[in-house]
């Protein structure tokens, strides 16, 4: 065998993961929106509109996750992220009707973009693009759900994606491959919380990235749970600086706009904390119950023109209580007993 020939083998363009996966062909109606809990946890997108290639860095124990966007589009966003949560609703619905799934999604964009509450004209569908090929360009390092071994997984919100159309231009259907870490954590049924459809309405990336946080923290808890501000902050991934996110969160906290709970300023000495409540009336099942009242609490906070990095304590790694927020339960007891 000639050098050229050694040399086109080894360089050979690799198949296509869609040669060996069977399609899953996105035949249901209406499914309820669910959320993978990991994505709801860890800060895995950017919350800004404007686009960002700063990476996030983010540590808890022996948990990181790192994020990077590409300068040509950007990182994904929280408004990409609905794509998502629209294959993860798809994926547990066709389950309970006893369907196979598959990372090979084969789907028509008004499909998608009806089920996460958008128009379906031209526009959205341009949009939608922008937010696949961020989705394909962003890449993500962790050591969530890493196994018996400690090992860093590192992957592609969407491996590949691809649109089909007429020769006329026409676009009939559309096709992408979700990857292997984000699959297997919605198969798992423990990893995957019901959320309201009223979450697409929400136009900002703080209040979308905080209904988050209280789905996968407050649950319908009567107690909720509380957080410190700075830990939010850090927690988010956010750019923007504290004072501005702070401003934020007081002018989220006058709105009230959070489906299916209610957020509550409170302040300890110089702290300032954000108590998150379910409604008495909350409509969103949880399918198994959360972690129990607490804060979680940045040990060391660093940032640098590049990187955001945080560090938490064994004990903090998924928004278990401090030490000193604890006093703050004990100092009212009287009035509210936490579980």
Sequence with gaps: M??????????RPEASERTRLDPFVVATGDASPRDQRDLMERPFFSLAKTPRTKPIL???????VRVYGMPQHGMATIWDADVLIWAASQIVEAENHGLATSRFFRFTPYQLLRAIGRPTGNRQYLLLKAALARLQSTVIAT??????HWRRRQFSWINEWEEMTTR???VEGMEFVLPEWFYNGVVDRSLVLTIDAAYFRLTGGIERWLYRVARKHAGRQRHGWLF????????SGSLARFSDFALDLR???ARQPLPGYQLQIERENRRELLRIQPDEQFTVPVERHVNPIGTSGARTIGTSDATLFIEESNRESNSSSLTRTRAIHGATAGRRRAP
């Design 58 to 64: 983010y540590k808890a124990a022996d948990v990181e």
């Design 168 to 170: 006329a231009g026409r």
């Design 143 to 148: 050591t969530i759900r890493n196994g018996a």
């Design 2 to 11: 000639s050098r050229d020939d050694q040399h086109r083998r080894t360089h």
């Design 251 to 253: 002018r989220i906290v």
């Design 228 to 235: 410190e501000f700075a830990h939010l902050h850090a927690k």
